[in-house]
């Protein structure tokens, strides 16, 4: 591993980037998902993670359930995911936004529209045992991969209650990821200790964001990671966990990076405004990145005609929201 940091800093990326490819090569690694995280609310008990959207929504939310999504928008997005191809990355949600019963509920709803278990990542908890098969694995936000940092940026989620978390997920059966936020402060050199991290716990799927500077935060006037760093990590860690599971978040003014991070190792992207963007040159445009890399797309980000008709295939409660987001995706200005 110490190779991989020292050829990135010798600005040699570009060799570790030819190498990944032909191991994700050799792995057959031809198809590319495209993500989506479904977010179950707009609160967070916690609130106080220095680059998080919702530590700027602490004090102005009143009442915590009026941040809560609508169970049936929660689902008429999963049924619409399905249509499209696309995967749900993860069911998402601050912390005490919904209890354990009530996230299974809708895992499990989830599980019956899409036919496939789901991912959580809905905080540190300990009550693992209440899942069963509607759920796949369990997401641990570890966000930085540097531990003093983390105390600092994530000063409510300790790395070690993570760890334990997901080790105990592990005994229960169910497969591990991690969330890693890249531009937070850490060097490259910390891509060690993310590497020791991923041994450590028996990850199965690695998550990596780039910075997304939100107003209001200590991040936001930061400027976002440069795409040959970020790809340089993605390539470190396909060359050390050949069968790990990459998936990578661009943003909208990032789309160019997609390409050259599917070169360096990654599986799936993700981190799109979906509605806003699909139909549009946005969606074409990530469709065009994942083409030039020779790969397939697994889903559209384009084909209006598969977002179907406006009534759920589940349950008629879903309707007026599945035309909802239907009509956002074919009315979208972005
Ligand atoms: S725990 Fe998660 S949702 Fe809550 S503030 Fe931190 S990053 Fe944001």
Redesign the pocket.
Known sequence: MMDYIEKIKNFETLDLIAKAKQLSQKERYDTITLERAIFLSWW?D????GF?Y??TQKNKIKDPKSARRKIDAILAEAELCKRIGWNIEFLSG??DSFTSSEIKSIATDIYDITNNPVWLNT?ITEDLEEYGEEIIGITG?V?IANPTLHNKI?P??PLDQIGSMLDKAGDLGFKKAITVILGLGETIDDIEYLIQYIKNHGIDRVIFYSLNPHKGTEFENSSQPASLYYAGVIASIRLTFPKIEIICGTWTDNLANIGILIESGANGITKFPLFKMFGTRYGKRVEEEVKWTGKKLQGTFTDTEKLGIAKSDFNPALDKFIKRYIEESLNNKY
């Open positions: 967070c916690k609130g106080d993670c998080c919702m530590s601050g912390y905080g936000a966000e994530c409510s989620k």
